[in-house]
């Protein structure tokens, strides 16, 4: 008990300090760029973390009856929920309302309770009051209504307000995934699909093919009408796996889905500032990723860790729960551009992000000097790139664009600059006369990428 303490005390000095160490029996070192936070409350199941109009991120303890809260700052606050059965009873869900307060989904799924951000409470609301449902997931609408799915003999959807809740007819199949479309509605998993509700009832069944089947992860997108991410549920000897994430466009049902790879699993789904969806895998390649409309991104680990639900903070940065190893992570997007981890067979991840670059050139504001018959040249390859390679060589900026030096191959690594010397050829060191500035062009090429030209001034 003693080296659990001085561990987590340890921890929490690190996390603090912005440093991370691997501790005998504590978690893995974070990449640079990343803090973790630990929660208190050892083994506490931590699950879906969503971010409130105040910039405070709430987030569940599953396995310890407890919503927690954490500032950005990483201070972490718990909050314990009733258990009818302590130790068995687990608390299912959570979602922030728009003024605030928070909607907890507890008592493994019988009971709702609206709570501020003080952890008072406003109102409980119980399902088994309805004849005995469990509710899976609750989500909050515009108007401050929660949204509740579920299951027991069959599927269930309730609307719950302060003034009290009911159990919409004529329910859809909706199982343990419940996410909101740009316009508010509410929209629900099936085993092969997605379903629309209707907040009178009912709802319209999208059978979405095998592409949308099992969508654990539902959310609003940048296009279409709702997005999902989907996998397949592992065993005890195998990791959940066959990831893809996509959208359906409802006007006319058809479904757009991105291989996230074979050994992918996106759990959480959320848009973020930047306009792509952004995931936690929880399969084998374990990590976040996100993807854009057009189906390009990455799919980056982060040490050791492995995150399970995700959510933006004020500033832009990712807060993360890992309930395996008991933190909550902060990461800032720029650490997550390139994909460091074997996504598996089929994966777009596995293609470059962008179209193959050649990078920049660095042009100086003062004439470069020949050395020894030899220009130097700076070329840069963007941090956002997978890499950057080619041919670069100088040319004559008069008619032709004759070359004038000796083409050299280099590669760059995201975020690099490499300084190559072309040899200027004997058309070169006549157009460059001694004791005048010449201007001359620089070419970057390879094949399948634009090239790209700039102008240089050199003196001899």
Sequence with gaps: MLRSLVAQLTSITLAASGLT????GAAPPATAGTTVFPVPTSEAGVGRI??????????????ANKVGKVTPGGQVTEFAFPAEFPGTTRLKDLDVAPDGTIWVLYESGEKLRHIRPDGSTITDWSLDAQGD?????????????AWVVGQFDESIVATV????G?????PPECEDSLGMGVDGSMWCRTSSGLNHLNPAGGGVSYPANNYAAYPYAIAAGPVGSIWFGRYFSGTMFTSPDDGEVGYLDAATSQVTAYDTGSRTAPADLVQGPDGNMWFTSIGAAAGIGHISAGGRGALTAIGGYEPESLTFAKDGAIFATDPTNNVIIRVTTDQLQRTNVDPGDGSVFTQPTTRPLVGTVVVPRKPVAVRKGRVPTTVACPKTAVGCRGTVTL???????????RAVSYALKPGKKKTVRLALTKAGTKAVR?????????????KGAKTVR???KVRR
Excluded: C
Excluded at 50 to 63: K, L
Excluded at 166 to 170: A, C, D, S, T, V
Excluded at 434 to 446: C, D, F, I, S, Y
């Design 21 to 24: 160490i691997a501790l005998a």
């Design 50 to 63: 969503v971010t409130a109009p105040d910039g405070t991120m709430w987030f569940t303890e599953e396995d």
């Design 133 to 145: 449902p469990v509710g899976d997931s609750v989500r909050v609408a515009p108007n401050g209504t």
């Design 161 to 164: 307000t302060d003034s009290g």
């Design 166 to 170: 009911q159990l919409l007819p004529n």
């Design 395 to 405: 040319r004559s900026v008069q008619k032709g664009h004759r070359p004038v030096a």
């Design 434 to 446: 001694p004791g005048r500035v010449t201007k001359l062009r620089v070419e970057l090429t390879q």
């Design 454 to 456: 700039k102008v240089v």
